[in-house]
C-alpha cells in the first residue's frame, strides 16, 4: 500500500467516489442566502465531522465485518458491486439528481446548520465512501499502510473543503454541461477500479487464477 501506484489508485478511487466537483453545486444549494463567512463555518465544520467519521471506518471497519463473519475477499466483491452500480449512476446523472433530492430535504430539516446532515452524511460519507474506505483498509499491511490511507482520506476530504470554499467559483467556471462532463468521466473510472474489486475478491476465493 505504501507503493506509489497503490498510493495512487487509493487517492483516485476515493477522490472518485466522493466527487468534490459534483458536491460542489450542492453546497451551495445547502447554503443559500449565508454569508461567505457562515459557508466558511459550515464547510470547516463538515470536513471535521467527515474526517472523524472516515476514520472510525479505517480503524473499525474491519473489525465490524469479522464480528459478523464476513471475509475481505466477500466484501471486496460486495464493495465492488456497489461501487459499480454508484458509476452507472454517475454514468447517467442519477447520482447528481439523489445528491440535490437529499439537498433540498436536509435544507428543509437543518436549513441553519447543514454540516452534519446532509454535508458530511450522507453527501461526502457515503456508502460508497464507507465501502472504499474499508476495502482500502482490508488492504493495509500495518500501521504505516493505515497511516498512508488516512493521509489519502484527509487529502480527499481537504479537496472537498476547497471545492466548498470555491463552489460558486467552479460552479461558473464549469457550469452544467462540464460538471455533467467530469462526472461522466469519473464514472467511467470507478466503474472499471470497481471491476477490479471485484476480480480481487475472486482470486481470494481461488477463481479466476
Known sequence: MTELSALIAAFTTLFIIIDPPGLAPVFIALTQ?????????IAVRAFFVASLLMMMFLLLG?????????????????????????????LFQRRQARREDSAAEGQAEHHDDPSVFPLSLPLIVGPG????????????????DLAAIAGIIIGV??????????????????????LSIVTRVLGMLLAALAVQFVLDGLRGFGIGG
Do not use: C, H, N, Y
Open 62 to 90: 474491519e473489525a465490524v465485518l469479522g464480528f459478523v463473519g464476513i471475509s475481505m475477499d466477500a466484501f471486496r466483491i460486495a464493495g465492488g458491486i456497489l461501487l459499480f452500480l454508484t458509476a452507472l449512476d454517475m
Open 157 to 178: 476530504l481537504l479537496i472537498v473543503l476547497l471545492a466548498f470554499l470555491a463552489a460558486p467559483a467552479i460552479e461558473r467556471a464549469l457550469g452544467k454541461t462540464g
Open 129 to 144: 465512501a464507507i465501502t472504499t474506505v474499508i476495502l482500502l483498509a482490508g488492504e493495509a499491511q500495518g500501521a504505516a
Open 33 to 41: 442566502g449565508m454569508t461567505t463567512r457562515q459557508r466558511r463555518t
